[in-house]
């Protein structure tokens, strides 16, 4: 019998969870994923001084990794391991020093090849940042499968 994508996500919540609050880059950036659902994420990072650009605001850099790191928890989300193909972001406003950012990932489509995301990256109710990110699902899955 094959388990539905939702039946994996479920039986193996902890598991995916635990993948992408330890993923390596998130840590070193002191992302924290604040959501995990079916093909949905969110994620928060607190903007410090040294996150800033030239002109005392958010670097994009730091912004576009917040949504990155949203959209490949959603897209993992199903324990199905899935790649980036394509992003595209769009800059907003400003994020400013001590404020919290926060990307929420949805899930607008998903086959079984490719899956396409909206990410949002808001700030104290303020979108900062808008993506469409486009990933490709391999065969295998990265939580075991019994």
Same mark, same amino acid.
């Given at each position: 019998?094959?388990?539905?994508?939702?039946?994996?996500?479920?039986?193996?919540?902890?598991? *995916?969870?635990?993948?992408?609050?330890?993923?390596?880059?998130?840590?070193?950036?002191?992302?924290?994923?604040?959501?995990?659902?079916?093909?949905?994420?969110?994620?928060? *990072?607190?903007?410090?001084?040294?996150?800033?650009?030239?002109?005392?605001?958010?670097?994009?850099?730091?912004?576009?990794?917040?949504?990155?790191?949203?959209?490949?928890?959603?897209?993992?989300?199903?324990?199905?391991?899935?790649?980036?193909?394509?992003?595209?972001?769009?800059?907003?406003?400003?994020?400013? $020093?001590?404020?919290?950012? /926060?990307? *929420?990932?949805?899930?607008?489509?998903?086959?079984? /090849?490719?899956?396409?995301?909206?990410?949002?990256?808001?700030?104290?109710?303020?979108?900062?940042?808008?993506?469409?990110?486009? $990933?490709?699902?391999?065969?295998?899955?990265?939580?075991?499968?019994?």
């Amino acid at each position: 019998m094959n388990k539905t994508e939702l039946e994996i996500h479920e039986q193996h919540l902890d598991e *995916i969870t635990a993948a992408f609050e330890n993923e390596p880059y998130a840590k070193f950036l002191g992302m924290k994923l604040a959501a995990l659902g079916p093909g949905t994420a969110a994620a928060e *990072i607190e903007v410090k001084e040294h996150m800033l650009n030239s002109h005392g605001t958010a670097h994009g850099a730091v912004i576009f990794a917040l949504a990155d790191y949203a959209f490949a928890a959603a897209c993992n989300s199903y324990g199905r391991t899935s790649v980036g193909l394509n992003t595209t972001v769009n800059f907003m406003s400003p994020g400013k $020093c001590g404020s919290v950012l /926060r990307a *929420i990932a949805v899930e607008e489509k998903r086959n079984y /090849r490719t899956a396409w995301y909206k990410i949002r990256v808001e700030s104290d109710g303020e979108l900062v940042a808008s993506m469409e990110a486009l $990933c490709y699902r391999k065969d295998q899955y990265f939580v075991e499968q019994k």
